[in-house]
Protein backbone atom coordinates (compact mmCIF):
# COMPACT_ATOMS: atom_id res chain seq x y z
CA UNK A 1 0.00 0.00 0.00
CA UNK A 2 1.32 3.62 -0.86
CA UNK A 3 1.55 6.64 1.23
CA UNK A 4 -0.75 9.47 0.47
CA UNK A 5 1.31 12.44 -0.13
CA UNK A 6 0.29 16.25 -0.76
CA UNK A 7 1.85 18.01 -3.56
CA UNK A 8 3.30 21.52 -2.52
CA UNK A 9 2.08 24.26 -3.83
CA UNK A 10 3.79 27.90 -3.41
CA UNK A 11 1.61 30.12 -2.13
CA UNK A 12 2.01 33.47 -3.70
CA UNK A 13 1.99 31.97 -7.16
CA UNK A 14 -1.28 30.63 -5.92
CA UNK A 15 -2.57 34.25 -4.84
CA UNK A 16 -1.12 35.14 -8.41
CA UNK A 17 -2.60 33.00 -10.47
CA UNK A 18 -5.64 33.55 -8.68
CA UNK A 19 -5.53 37.41 -9.37
CA UNK A 20 -5.36 37.03 -13.56
CA UNK A 21 -8.39 35.49 -13.41
CA UNK A 22 -8.25 31.96 -12.34
CA UNK A 23 -10.60 30.50 -10.20
CA UNK A 24 -9.05 29.12 -6.69
CA UNK A 25 -9.13 25.73 -7.71
CA UNK A 26 -7.35 25.85 -10.64
CA UNK A 27 -5.18 28.40 -9.64
CA UNK A 28 -4.22 25.58 -7.06
CA UNK A 29 -3.73 23.11 -8.96
CA UNK A 30 -1.65 25.17 -11.70
CA UNK A 31 0.41 26.00 -9.11
CA UNK A 32 1.18 22.92 -7.48
CA UNK A 33 2.48 21.62 -11.60
CA UNK A 34 4.55 24.08 -12.08
CA UNK A 35 2.27 27.43 -13.52
CA UNK A 36 4.04 30.18 -12.66
CA UNK A 37 3.94 33.27 -15.30
CA UNK A 38 0.75 33.98 -17.34
CA UNK A 39 2.22 32.83 -20.94
CA UNK A 40 1.93 29.66 -19.26
CA UNK A 41 -2.12 29.89 -19.34
CA UNK A 42 -2.52 31.79 -22.83
CA UNK A 43 -4.86 29.48 -25.05
CA UNK A 44 -4.40 30.92 -28.66
CA UNK A 45 -2.84 29.28 -31.41
CA UNK A 46 -0.88 32.89 -32.25
CA UNK A 47 0.95 31.64 -28.84
CA UNK A 48 2.61 28.43 -30.00
CA UNK A 49 6.08 28.56 -29.98
CA UNK A 50 7.38 29.81 -33.43
CA UNK A 51 8.52 27.22 -36.06
CA UNK A 52 11.47 28.99 -37.00
CA UNK A 53 13.05 27.66 -33.64
CA UNK A 54 13.12 24.19 -34.86
CA UNK A 55 16.74 22.98 -36.66
CA UNK A 56 16.51 22.08 -40.50
CA UNK A 57 13.03 23.12 -40.83
CA UNK A 58 13.71 25.44 -42.94
CA UNK A 59 15.44 22.92 -45.23
CA UNK A 60 12.22 21.08 -45.19
CA UNK A 61 9.68 23.32 -46.06
CA UNK A 62 12.31 24.56 -49.01
CA UNK A 63 12.92 20.87 -50.45
CA UNK A 64 9.13 20.21 -50.16
CA UNK A 65 7.67 23.34 -51.62
CA UNK A 66 10.18 22.34 -54.31
CA UNK A 67 8.44 18.55 -54.36
CA UNK A 68 5.05 20.72 -54.79
CA UNK A 69 5.55 22.74 -56.79
CA UNK A 70 7.36 20.54 -59.34
CA UNK A 71 4.29 18.30 -59.84
CA UNK A 72 6.92 15.51 -57.16
CA UNK A 73 5.33 12.21 -56.50
CA UNK A 74 5.93 12.08 -52.44
CA UNK A 75 5.14 9.13 -50.21
CA UNK A 76 5.32 9.73 -46.42
CA UNK A 77 6.77 6.91 -44.40
CA UNK A 78 4.55 5.73 -41.24
CA UNK A 79 4.60 4.61 -37.79
CA UNK A 80 2.75 1.67 -36.82
CA UNK A 81 1.60 3.37 -33.21
CA UNK A 82 -1.33 6.16 -32.83
CA UNK A 83 1.54 8.67 -32.68
CA UNK A 84 2.57 7.81 -36.13
CA UNK A 85 -0.38 7.07 -38.25
CA UNK A 86 -2.25 10.36 -37.01
CA UNK A 87 1.22 12.32 -37.73
CA UNK A 88 0.77 10.55 -41.34
CA UNK A 89 -2.64 11.11 -41.72
CA UNK A 90 -1.69 14.89 -40.88
CA UNK A 91 1.26 14.63 -43.22
CA UNK A 92 -0.78 13.46 -46.10
CA UNK A 93 -3.76 15.62 -45.49
CA UNK A 94 -1.81 19.14 -45.27
CA UNK A 95 0.30 18.52 -48.30
CA UNK A 96 -2.99 17.37 -50.18
CA UNK A 97 -4.48 20.68 -49.05
CA UNK A 98 -1.44 22.43 -50.14
CA UNK A 99 -1.59 21.27 -53.39
CA UNK A 100 -5.37 22.21 -53.76
CA UNK A 101 -4.85 25.31 -52.75
CA UNK A 102 -2.05 26.03 -55.40
CA UNK A 103 -5.00 24.73 -58.08
CA UNK A 104 -4.81 20.85 -58.19
CA UNK A 105 -8.14 18.62 -57.98
CA UNK A 106 -8.33 16.15 -55.35
CA UNK A 107 -7.57 13.89 -57.44
CA UNK A 108 -3.72 14.69 -58.29
CA UNK A 109 -3.67 15.43 -54.90
CA UNK A 110 -4.33 12.19 -53.95
CA UNK A 111 -1.84 11.03 -56.90
CA UNK A 112 1.46 13.28 -56.18
CA UNK A 113 0.74 12.35 -52.13
CA UNK A 114 0.91 8.84 -50.62
CA UNK A 115 1.53 6.86 -47.63
CA UNK A 116 3.10 3.72 -46.64
CA UNK A 117 3.32 2.13 -43.31
CA UNK A 118 5.85 -0.84 -42.00
CA UNK A 119 4.07 -3.87 -40.90
CA UNK A 120 5.03 -4.47 -37.55
CA UNK A 121 5.81 -8.35 -37.96
CA UNK A 122 7.43 -7.92 -41.62
CA UNK A 123 9.38 -4.91 -41.37
CA UNK A 124 9.95 -3.93 -37.91
CA UNK A 125 10.29 -0.23 -37.04
CA UNK A 126 11.87 2.72 -38.83
CA UNK A 127 12.84 3.61 -42.56
CA UNK A 128 14.02 -0.03 -43.29
CA UNK A 129 15.90 -0.19 -46.42
CA UNK A 130 13.03 -2.64 -47.12
CA UNK A 131 10.22 -0.35 -46.85
CA UNK A 132 12.40 2.00 -49.19
CA UNK A 133 12.67 -0.55 -51.67
CA UNK A 134 9.28 -1.36 -51.18
CA UNK A 135 7.98 2.40 -51.50
CA UNK A 136 10.19 2.71 -54.58
CA UNK A 137 7.73 0.30 -56.18
CA UNK A 138 5.37 3.95 -56.25
CA UNK A 139 8.31 5.94 -58.11
CA UNK A 140 8.68 8.68 -55.46
CA UNK A 141 10.45 11.55 -55.71
CA UNK A 142 11.04 12.15 -52.74
CA UNK A 143 10.69 10.21 -49.07
CA UNK A 144 8.98 11.84 -45.75
CA UNK A 145 9.17 10.21 -42.41
CA UNK A 146 7.25 10.96 -39.95
CA UNK A 147 7.98 9.68 -36.02
CA UNK A 148 10.55 7.75 -37.36
CA UNK A 149 13.74 7.97 -39.26
CA UNK A 150 16.13 9.58 -36.93
CA UNK A 151 18.16 6.40 -36.65
CA UNK A 152 17.40 4.59 -40.49
CA UNK A 153 21.12 5.50 -41.53
CA UNK A 154 20.98 2.04 -43.35
CA UNK A 155 17.45 2.94 -45.21
CA UNK A 156 18.38 6.72 -46.13
CA UNK A 157 21.45 5.53 -47.14
CA UNK A 158 19.39 2.88 -49.69
CA UNK A 159 17.09 5.31 -50.95
CA UNK A 160 20.13 7.83 -52.18
CA UNK A 161 21.11 5.15 -54.14
CA UNK A 162 17.94 4.46 -55.63
CA UNK A 163 17.71 8.47 -56.21
CA UNK A 164 15.31 8.85 -54.26
CA UNK A 165 15.67 11.71 -51.80
CA UNK A 166 14.65 11.64 -48.02
CA UNK A 167 13.21 14.85 -45.21
CA UNK A 168 12.70 13.30 -41.96
CA UNK A 169 10.69 14.28 -39.37
CA UNK A 170 11.16 12.62 -35.77
CA UNK A 171 10.85 13.34 -32.30
CA UNK A 172 12.74 10.37 -31.19
CA UNK A 173 16.43 10.50 -29.11
CA UNK A 174 19.11 10.47 -31.90
CA UNK A 175 22.65 8.95 -31.94
CA UNK A 176 25.85 10.32 -32.34
CA UNK A 177 25.26 9.62 -36.39
CA UNK A 178 22.51 11.10 -38.36
CA UNK A 179 20.91 9.33 -41.33
CA UNK A 180 22.30 11.21 -44.72
CA UNK A 181 19.27 13.12 -45.61
CA UNK A 182 17.74 16.61 -47.31
CA UNK A 183 16.50 17.71 -44.10
CA UNK A 184 16.40 16.33 -40.79
CA UNK A 185 13.84 17.82 -38.23
CA UNK A 186 13.77 16.90 -34.74
CA UNK A 187 13.73 19.06 -31.73
CA UNK A 188 15.80 16.58 -29.52
CA UNK A 189 19.13 16.79 -32.34
CA UNK A 190 22.04 18.31 -30.90
CA UNK A 191 22.29 22.47 -31.30
CA UNK A 192 18.36 22.41 -31.61
CA UNK A 193 17.30 25.71 -29.75
CA UNK A 194 13.28 24.66 -29.77
CA UNK A 195 12.31 24.32 -26.42
CA UNK A 196 9.55 21.78 -26.06
CA UNK A 197 11.42 18.69 -26.49
CA UNK A 198 8.43 16.93 -25.87
CA UNK A 199 6.89 17.37 -28.95
CA UNK A 200 5.51 14.14 -30.37
CA UNK A 201 6.24 13.19 -33.79
CA UNK A 202 2.52 14.38 -34.79
CA UNK A 203 3.54 17.69 -33.59
CA UNK A 204 6.87 18.07 -35.40
CA UNK A 205 4.95 17.30 -38.67
CA UNK A 206 2.60 19.92 -37.70
CA UNK A 207 5.32 22.15 -37.59
CA UNK A 208 6.73 21.31 -41.05
CA UNK A 209 3.86 21.79 -42.52
CA UNK A 210 3.21 25.53 -41.06
CA UNK A 211 6.60 26.34 -42.22
CA UNK A 212 5.86 24.95 -45.87
CA UNK A 213 2.59 26.87 -46.10
CA UNK A 214 4.78 30.28 -45.31
CA UNK A 215 7.10 29.11 -47.99
CA UNK A 216 4.44 28.15 -50.24
CA UNK A 217 2.91 31.79 -49.43
CA UNK A 218 5.96 33.94 -49.82
CA UNK A 219 6.54 32.32 -53.08
CA UNK A 220 3.14 33.36 -54.27
CA UNK A 221 1.41 29.83 -54.19
CA UNK A 222 -1.33 31.64 -52.31
CA UNK A 223 -2.16 34.12 -49.90
CA UNK A 224 -3.49 34.67 -46.78
CA UNK A 225 -7.11 34.25 -47.71
CA UNK A 226 -6.62 31.24 -49.85
CA UNK A 227 -3.99 29.33 -48.04
CA UNK A 228 -5.30 26.33 -46.48
CA UNK A 229 -6.65 25.95 -42.92
CA UNK A 230 -3.72 23.45 -40.58
CA UNK A 231 -6.37 24.26 -37.86
CA UNK A 232 -8.35 21.91 -39.15
CA UNK A 233 -5.51 19.26 -38.39
CA UNK A 234 -5.64 19.54 -34.76
CA UNK A 235 -8.10 16.93 -33.33
CA UNK A 236 -5.10 14.81 -35.31
CA UNK A 237 -2.39 16.52 -33.44
CA UNK A 238 -4.42 16.58 -29.73
CA UNK A 239 -5.03 12.55 -30.41
CA UNK A 240 -1.82 11.50 -31.32
CA UNK A 241 0.06 14.13 -28.57
CA UNK A 242 -2.00 12.45 -25.96
CA UNK A 243 -1.99 8.89 -27.13
CA UNK A 244 1.90 8.61 -27.19
CA UNK A 245 2.27 9.76 -23.41
CA UNK A 246 4.48 12.83 -24.14
CA UNK A 247 4.71 15.05 -21.27
CA UNK A 248 2.28 18.02 -21.73
CA UNK A 249 4.38 21.00 -21.11
CA UNK A 250 3.09 24.39 -22.24
CA UNK A 251 3.35 23.78 -26.22
CA UNK A 252 1.74 20.30 -25.88
CA UNK A 253 -0.79 21.59 -23.83
CA UNK A 254 -1.60 24.01 -26.19
CA UNK A 255 -1.82 21.82 -29.31
CA UNK A 256 -4.26 19.18 -26.96
CA UNK A 257 -6.64 22.56 -25.56
CA UNK A 258 -7.06 23.44 -29.26
CA UNK A 259 -7.19 20.26 -30.90
CA UNK A 260 -10.20 18.87 -28.04
CA UNK A 261 -11.76 22.40 -28.63
CA UNK A 262 -12.65 21.75 -31.85
CA UNK A 263 -13.78 18.15 -31.46
CA UNK A 264 -15.99 19.29 -29.11
CA UNK A 265 -17.12 22.38 -31.18
CA UNK A 266 -17.86 19.10 -33.73
CA UNK A 267 -15.09 20.29 -36.21
CA UNK A 268 -13.18 16.86 -36.16
CA UNK A 269 -12.10 14.22 -39.09
CA UNK A 270 -15.01 12.11 -39.57
CA UNK A 271 -13.13 8.95 -38.26
CA UNK A 272 -12.40 10.98 -34.89
CA UNK A 273 -15.97 11.48 -34.56
CA UNK A 274 -17.01 7.79 -35.54
CA UNK A 275 -14.26 6.23 -33.16
CA UNK A 276 -16.11 8.40 -30.22
CA UNK A 277 -19.53 7.00 -31.68
CA UNK A 278 -18.49 2.94 -31.71
CA UNK A 279 -17.11 3.86 -28.09
CA UNK A 280 -20.40 5.21 -27.17
CA UNK A 281 -18.85 8.59 -25.65
CA UNK A 282 -19.58 12.18 -26.48
CA UNK A 283 -17.29 13.80 -28.90
CA UNK A 284 -18.53 17.17 -27.74
CA UNK A 285 -17.69 16.19 -24.03
CA UNK A 286 -14.52 14.59 -25.11
CA UNK A 287 -11.24 14.84 -22.64
CA UNK A 288 -7.73 14.26 -22.91
CA UNK A 289 -9.01 11.13 -20.97
CA UNK A 290 -11.01 10.47 -23.92
CA UNK A 291 -8.04 10.40 -26.25
CA UNK A 292 -5.55 8.41 -23.98
CA UNK A 293 -7.46 5.97 -22.88
CA UNK A 294 -10.59 5.59 -25.62
CA UNK A 295 -9.66 6.70 -28.68
CA UNK A 296 -6.12 5.70 -29.01
CA UNK A 297 -5.97 2.06 -28.22
CA UNK A 298 -8.92 1.80 -31.27
CA UNK A 299 -6.72 3.51 -33.50
CA UNK A 300 -3.23 1.47 -32.19
CA UNK A 301 -4.86 -1.59 -32.02
CA UNK A 302 -4.66 -1.93 -36.34
CA UNK A 303 -0.95 -1.01 -35.54
CA UNK A 304 -0.61 -4.00 -33.19
CA UNK A 305 -2.75 -6.90 -34.31
CA UNK A 306 -2.82 -6.26 -37.91
CA UNK A 307 -1.87 -3.42 -40.14
CA UNK A 308 -2.05 0.42 -39.62
CA UNK A 309 -2.57 1.29 -43.09
CA UNK A 310 -6.40 0.55 -41.71
CA UNK A 311 -5.96 3.14 -39.34
CA UNK A 312 -4.50 5.55 -41.00
CA UNK A 313 -6.41 5.34 -44.23
CA UNK A 314 -9.74 5.97 -41.65
CA UNK A 315 -8.47 9.05 -40.67
CA UNK A 316 -7.78 9.80 -44.00
CA UNK A 317 -11.15 9.33 -45.49
CA UNK A 318 -13.86 12.44 -46.05
CA UNK A 319 -16.89 10.00 -45.93
CA UNK A 320 -18.72 9.67 -42.53
CA UNK A 321 -20.25 6.39 -43.38
CA UNK A 322 -16.81 4.70 -44.56
CA UNK A 323 -15.41 6.09 -41.88
CA UNK A 324 -18.09 4.47 -39.28
CA UNK A 325 -17.50 1.32 -40.74
CA UNK A 326 -13.84 1.45 -40.16
CA UNK A 327 -14.19 2.31 -36.96
CA UNK A 328 -16.55 -0.61 -36.23
CA UNK A 329 -13.49 -2.54 -37.57
CA UNK A 330 -11.24 -1.02 -35.25
CA UNK A 331 -12.99 -1.83 -32.55
CA UNK A 332 -13.83 -5.11 -33.07
CA UNK A 333 -9.84 -5.70 -33.58
CA UNK A 334 -9.29 -3.56 -30.16
CA UNK A 335 -11.74 -5.91 -28.56
CA UNK A 336 -9.13 -9.17 -30.04
CA UNK A 337 -6.58 -6.97 -28.42
CA UNK A 338 -8.12 -6.87 -25.19
CA UNK A 339 -8.98 -10.38 -24.87
CA UNK A 340 -5.27 -11.40 -26.09
CA UNK A 341 -3.86 -8.75 -23.21
CA UNK A 342 -5.61 -10.30 -20.55
CA UNK A 343 -4.63 -13.69 -21.37
CA UNK A 344 -0.81 -12.73 -21.43
CA UNK A 345 -1.45 -10.60 -18.02
CA UNK A 346 -3.06 -13.61 -16.03
CA UNK A 347 -0.18 -16.08 -17.71
CA UNK A 348 2.26 -13.64 -16.40
CA UNK A 349 0.87 -13.14 -13.05
CA UNK A 350 0.53 -16.47 -12.58
CA UNK A 351 3.95 -17.02 -13.29
CA UNK A 352 4.58 -14.16 -10.89
CA UNK A 353 3.18 -15.52 -7.73
CA UNK A 354 6.49 -15.90 -5.82
CA UNK A 355 8.00 -12.79 -7.22
CA UNK A 356 8.89 -10.19 -4.18
CA UNK A 357 9.70 -7.15 -6.14
CA UNK A 358 11.78 -6.05 -2.96
CA UNK A 359 13.96 -7.95 -3.82
CA UNK A 360 14.38 -6.52 -7.31
CA UNK A 361 14.88 -3.32 -9.15
CA UNK A 362 13.65 -4.66 -12.88
CA UNK A 363 11.57 -6.86 -14.29
CA UNK A 364 11.86 -9.05 -17.28
CA UNK A 365 9.34 -11.10 -18.84
CA UNK A 366 9.05 -13.37 -21.91
CA UNK A 367 6.46 -16.31 -23.58
CA UNK A 368 7.13 -17.99 -26.76
CA UNK A 369 3.47 -17.47 -27.20
CA UNK A 370 2.74 -14.19 -26.34
CA UNK A 371 2.07 -11.60 -28.99
CA UNK A 372 4.86 -9.23 -29.82
CA UNK A 373 2.01 -6.08 -30.58
CA UNK A 374 0.73 -6.82 -27.33
CA UNK A 375 4.12 -6.70 -24.94
CA UNK A 376 4.27 -3.23 -24.42
CA UNK A 377 0.99 -3.00 -22.91
CA UNK A 378 1.79 -6.12 -21.17
CA UNK A 379 4.83 -4.55 -19.96
CA UNK A 380 2.86 -1.12 -18.46
CA UNK A 381 0.31 -3.32 -16.68
CA UNK A 382 3.09 -4.96 -14.70
CA UNK A 383 5.00 -2.02 -14.16
CA UNK A 384 1.52 -0.52 -12.47
CA UNK A 385 1.62 -3.42 -10.42
CA UNK A 386 5.17 -3.70 -9.08
CA UNK A 387 6.57 -0.33 -9.45
CA UNK A 388 9.60 -1.10 -11.64
CA UNK A 389 11.25 -0.91 -14.61
CA UNK A 390 9.67 -3.55 -16.80
CA UNK A 391 10.52 -5.28 -20.24
CA UNK A 392 8.41 -8.00 -21.37
CA UNK A 393 9.40 -9.90 -24.72
CA UNK A 394 7.62 -12.00 -27.44
CA UNK A 395 8.90 -13.95 -30.09
CA UNK A 396 9.68 -12.47 -33.22
CA UNK A 397 9.73 -13.34 -36.86
CA UNK A 398 13.39 -14.07 -37.14
CA UNK A 399 13.81 -16.30 -33.92
CA UNK A 400 14.61 -13.08 -32.11
CA UNK A 401 13.28 -11.44 -29.13
CA UNK A 402 11.00 -8.45 -29.70
CA UNK A 403 10.53 -6.43 -26.74
CA UNK A 404 9.10 -3.70 -25.17
CA UNK A 405 10.27 -1.72 -21.80
CA UNK A 406 8.42 0.82 -19.47
CA UNK A 407 9.81 2.60 -16.98
CA UNK A 408 8.90 4.33 -13.04
CA UNK A 409 9.78 8.09 -12.56
CA UNK A 410 13.32 8.63 -11.93
CA UNK A 411 14.91 5.67 -14.18
CA UNK A 412 15.54 6.97 -17.71
CA UNK A 413 15.19 3.45 -20.03
CA UNK A 414 16.70 4.15 -23.24
CA UNK A 415 19.72 5.52 -20.77
CA UNK A 416 19.70 2.19 -19.16
CA UNK A 417 19.46 0.03 -22.81
CA UNK A 418 22.43 2.24 -23.90
CA UNK A 419 24.65 0.99 -21.06
CA UNK A 420 23.26 -2.30 -21.48
CA UNK A 421 24.16 -2.93 -24.69
CA UNK A 422 27.46 -1.95 -24.37
CA UNK A 423 28.00 -4.23 -21.99
CA UNK A 424 26.82 -7.28 -24.04
CA UNK A 425 28.39 -8.96 -26.47
CA UNK A 426 28.24 -7.61 -29.79
CA UNK A 427 24.99 -8.66 -32.02
CA UNK A 428 23.12 -9.15 -28.33
CA UNK A 429 20.77 -6.49 -28.87
CA UNK A 430 20.81 -5.54 -32.42
CA UNK A 431 17.97 -2.56 -31.99
CA UNK A 432 16.88 -0.58 -29.26
CA UNK A 433 15.24 2.94 -28.92
CA UNK A 434 12.81 4.89 -27.20
CA UNK A 435 12.27 7.43 -24.43
CA UNK A 436 13.07 7.97 -20.50
CA UNK A 437 9.59 6.43 -19.90
CA UNK A 438 9.37 3.37 -22.78
CA UNK A 439 11.21 2.12 -25.45
CA UNK A 440 11.65 -0.85 -27.80
CA UNK A 441 14.52 -3.24 -28.55
CA UNK A 442 15.73 -6.86 -30.34
CA UNK A 443 17.28 -8.84 -28.35
CA UNK A 444 18.99 -12.59 -30.13
CA UNK A 445 17.57 -15.66 -29.47
CA UNK A 446 20.54 -16.92 -27.05
CA UNK A 447 21.36 -13.40 -25.01
CA UNK A 448 17.86 -12.75 -23.06
CA UNK A 449 19.32 -14.28 -20.06
CA UNK A 450 22.57 -12.08 -20.26
CA UNK A 451 20.34 -9.58 -20.99
CA UNK A 452 18.09 -9.66 -18.10
CA UNK A 453 20.72 -10.38 -15.76
CA UNK A 454 22.64 -6.76 -16.66
CA UNK A 455 19.17 -5.07 -17.05
CA UNK A 456 18.91 -5.53 -13.24
CA UNK A 457 22.48 -4.92 -12.42
CA UNK A 458 22.23 -1.21 -14.45
CA UNK A 459 19.09 -0.23 -12.77
CA UNK A 460 20.40 -0.81 -10.11
CA UNK A 461 23.89 1.48 -10.59
CA UNK A 462 21.72 4.28 -12.42
CA UNK A 463 18.95 4.72 -9.37
CA UNK A 464 18.46 5.77 -6.63
CA UNK A 465 16.97 3.32 -3.46
CA UNK A 466 14.21 6.27 -2.66
CA UNK A 467 12.95 5.89 -6.69
CA UNK A 468 11.47 2.60 -5.52
CA UNK A 469 9.39 4.00 -3.06
CA UNK A 470 5.55 4.12 -3.65
CA UNK A 471 3.50 6.63 -2.83
CA UNK A 472 0.61 8.48 -4.20
CA UNK A 473 0.79 12.34 -4.46
CA UNK A 474 -2.53 14.30 -4.28
CA UNK A 475 -3.23 18.30 -4.32
CA UNK A 476 -4.95 17.52 -0.49
CA UNK A 477 -8.18 18.58 0.44
CA UNK A 478 -11.41 19.12 -1.51
CA UNK A 479 -13.08 21.54 -0.23
CA UNK A 480 -16.84 20.44 0.15
CA UNK A 481 -18.62 23.25 -1.36
CA UNK A 482 -16.81 22.19 -4.34
CA UNK A 483 -17.98 18.73 -4.68
CA UNK A 484 -20.36 19.67 -7.17
CA UNK A 485 -21.11 18.92 -10.69
CA UNK A 486 -19.72 22.36 -11.63
CA UNK A 487 -16.54 21.88 -10.41
CA UNK A 488 -16.33 18.68 -12.38
CA UNK A 489 -17.15 20.05 -15.40
CA UNK A 490 -14.65 22.71 -15.15
CA UNK A 491 -11.97 20.39 -14.21
CA UNK A 492 -12.80 18.34 -17.43
CA UNK A 493 -12.48 21.87 -19.65
CA UNK A 494 -8.45 21.41 -18.61
CA UNK A 495 -6.08 19.40 -20.68
CA UNK A 496 -4.69 17.01 -18.06
CA UNK A 497 -1.97 14.12 -18.88
CA UNK A 498 1.50 12.71 -18.95
CA UNK A 499 3.74 15.37 -16.69
CA UNK A 500 0.34 17.29 -16.22
CA UNK A 501 -1.37 15.13 -13.85
CA UNK A 502 -4.80 15.02 -13.39
CA UNK A 503 -6.74 16.60 -9.85
CA UNK A 504 -6.13 13.28 -7.47
CA UNK A 505 -7.42 14.62 -3.82
CA UNK A 506 -6.77 13.32 -0.25
CA UNK A 507 -9.59 13.48 2.30
CA UNK A 508 -10.71 11.33 5.64
CA UNK A 509 -13.98 9.65 5.26
CA UNK A 510 -16.26 7.93 7.81
CA UNK A 511 -17.52 4.13 5.89
CA UNK A 512 -21.36 4.15 6.41
CA UNK A 513 -21.72 1.10 4.36
CA UNK A 514 -20.10 -0.75 1.77
CA UNK A 515 -21.30 -3.42 -1.36
CA UNK A 516 -19.91 -5.32 -4.26
CA UNK A 517 -20.48 -4.36 -8.03
CA UNK A 518 -20.16 -7.44 -10.06
CA UNK A 519 -18.42 -9.69 -7.75
CA UNK A 520 -15.12 -7.42 -8.43
CA UNK A 521 -16.00 -3.68 -7.56
CA UNK A 522 -16.62 -2.04 -4.04
CA UNK A 523 -19.67 0.39 -4.09
CA UNK A 524 -18.87 2.73 -0.89
CA UNK A 525 -21.11 5.01 0.68
CA UNK A 526 -18.74 7.45 2.58
CA UNK A 527 -19.45 11.04 4.68
CA UNK A 528 -17.53 14.06 5.46
CA UNK A 529 -17.96 17.10 7.16
CA UNK A 530 -21.70 16.58 7.40
CA UNK A 531 -21.94 15.97 3.55
CA UNK A 532 -22.70 11.64 2.08
CA UNK A 533 -20.89 10.69 -1.36
CA UNK A 534 -21.15 7.96 -2.96
CA UNK A 535 -17.92 6.34 -4.23
CA UNK A 536 -16.33 3.61 -6.59
CA UNK A 537 -13.53 1.52 -6.05
CA UNK A 538 -12.60 -0.30 -8.63
CA UNK A 539 -11.03 -3.82 -8.91
CA UNK A 540 -10.86 -4.13 -4.89
CA UNK A 541 -13.64 -6.26 -2.63
CA UNK A 542 -11.35 -5.41 0.37
CA UNK A 543 -13.84 -4.25 3.34
CA UNK A 544 -13.61 -1.15 4.64
CA UNK A 545 -14.68 0.24 7.75
CA UNK A 546 -14.63 2.92 10.58
CA UNK A 547 -12.47 6.50 9.22
CA UNK A 548 -10.42 5.94 6.32
CA UNK A 549 -8.41 8.58 4.44
CA UNK A 550 -8.63 8.43 0.60
CA UNK A 551 -7.39 9.69 -2.66
CA UNK A 552 -9.59 10.22 -5.33
CA UNK A 553 -11.24 11.67 -8.09
CA UNK A 554 -14.47 13.13 -8.64
CA UNK A 555 -16.94 12.79 -12.06
CA UNK A 556 -20.19 12.85 -12.85
CA UNK A 557 -22.14 9.82 -11.77
CA UNK A 558 -23.55 8.82 -15.12
CA UNK A 559 -26.15 6.59 -13.86
CA UNK A 560 -28.53 8.37 -11.93
CA UNK A 561 -27.96 11.88 -14.69
CA UNK A 562 -28.76 15.39 -13.62
CA UNK A 563 -25.58 17.15 -11.39
CA UNK A 564 -24.76 13.59 -9.39
CA UNK A 565 -21.24 13.07 -8.81
CA UNK A 566 -19.49 10.39 -7.36
CA UNK A 567 -15.77 9.37 -6.45
CA UNK A 568 -13.50 7.04 -7.56
CA UNK A 569 -11.12 5.91 -5.29
CA UNK A 570 -7.60 5.12 -6.65
CA UNK A 571 -5.88 4.21 -3.28
CA UNK A 572 -6.82 4.10 0.69
CA UNK A 573 -4.62 4.48 3.88
CA UNK A 574 -6.12 4.11 7.48
Known amino acids: MSEIRVRKTDVATRNALESLGLHPLMAQLFAARGITANQSLKSSLADLLPPGQMLGIDDAALTLADALESGSRIVVVGDYDCDGATATAVAVRGMRMMLQAMGATAEQAAYHIDFIVPDRFVHGYGLSPEIVELAAEREPDLLVTVDNGIASLKGVERANDLGIGVVITDHHLPAETLPDALAIVNPNQQGCPFPSKNIAGVGVMFYVLMALRTELRERGAFDVKTQPRLDKLLDLVALGTVADVVKLDDNNRLLVAEGLRRIRAGAFQPAIGALFDVADKSARKATATDLGFIIGPRLNAAGRLADMSLGIKALLTDDPGVALEMA ?14 GGMKEEALMRLEDFDPKDSRSLVVSDPQWHQGVVGLLASRLKDKYFLPTIAFAPGVNGEWKGSGRSIPGIHLRDV ?57 TDGSLPTGYCNASTVDMLAEAVWGQGFPPPLFADDFEVLGQRLVKEVHSKLNLRRDGQNFTALRWNSTEPLHGTIRAAYRVQRDDFTGGDAIQLVIEQVAR
Open 328 to 341: RNLHQINKERQKIE
Open 417 to 473: LDLVVKRLPEGAVPKFGGHAMAAGLTVATDALAGFSETFEAVVRELSDEAVFARYTE
